[in-house]
């Protein structure tokens, strides 16, 4: 779980920084082309590839429109706008699997994790009684010690499933501001393209 949780911070966090810097090269940049090269050193960033998508798209449709040549009706071009919301949706739902991969097994742990650890207690304790019946004697020495060994795997399942739980919280609401950002973008990119293109 140490190990999830640590490649899981590392990996929102480079998406987050990454989609900082593309949104501020995004506003300052005055040609589409230009932020594409940005976006393309950003492989990180789900905003940029969320760009990447629509404007390979956006390529698409102008290239069509061109060989419609001036003939194409107010239709196609609405057809066209759609392409690309169709295109930055199918890739912000990619890049939300991405930022949500292994969440799940966080929550696996966080929720399992107690309950095999009360198992185990169960168990040690359940043994610990039968040594003490054979032993014939139920004295403080000999219920201590095995009940403190049946212990401790509840105290070790605790220690991984706080940290799971913990983490699991934390990332999943970076993630969920990420997918915000990812939906704010969307409609910023579909305005421009709008006032621009079509």
């Known amino acids: 779980a140490l190990f999830v949780i640590f490649y899981k911070l590392v990996a929102i ?17 005055k040609r589409l082309d230009d932020i594409f090269r ?19 798209e956006l390529s698409k449709v102008k290239k069509g429109q061109v060989q419609q040549s001036e003939s194409g009706t107010m239709h196609d071009k609405m057809d066209g ?5 169709r295109a930055l949706a199918r890739a ?20 399992a994790a107690p309950f095999v650890g009360l198992f185990g207690t169960v168990w ?8 003490i ?6 004295d403080l020495a000999s219920v201590a010690g095995p009940i403190g060994e049946a212990l401790i795997a509840t105290a ?5 499933a706080i940290p799971a739980v913990v983490a699991y919280n934390y990332f999943n609401r970076r ?24």
């Open 13 to 29: 966090s480079q998406a987050q920084s990454q989609s900082i810097t593309f949104l501020d090269r995004f506003w300052e940049s």
């Open 38 to 56: 940005v976006a393309e050193t950003l492989k990180y960033s789900p905003l940029a590839a969320m760009f990447r998508a629509g404007y390979i």
């Open 81 to 85: 706008l759609e392409n690309i919301e």
């Open 92 to 111: 912000k739902v990619s890049e939300t699997t991405k930022l949500e991969n292994l969440l799940p097994f966080l929550a696996t742990v966080g929720s």
């Open 124 to 131: 040690g304790i359940m043994e610990a009684f039968t040594k």
């Open 133 to 138: 019946q054979a032993a014939g004697k139920a």
């Open 156 to 160: 070790a399942s605790l220690a991984a």
């Open 175 to 198: 993630v969920k501001v990420l997918g915000a950002e990812m939906q704010t973008f969307a409609s910023d990119y579909l305005n421009i393209v709008k006032r621009h293109f079509f």
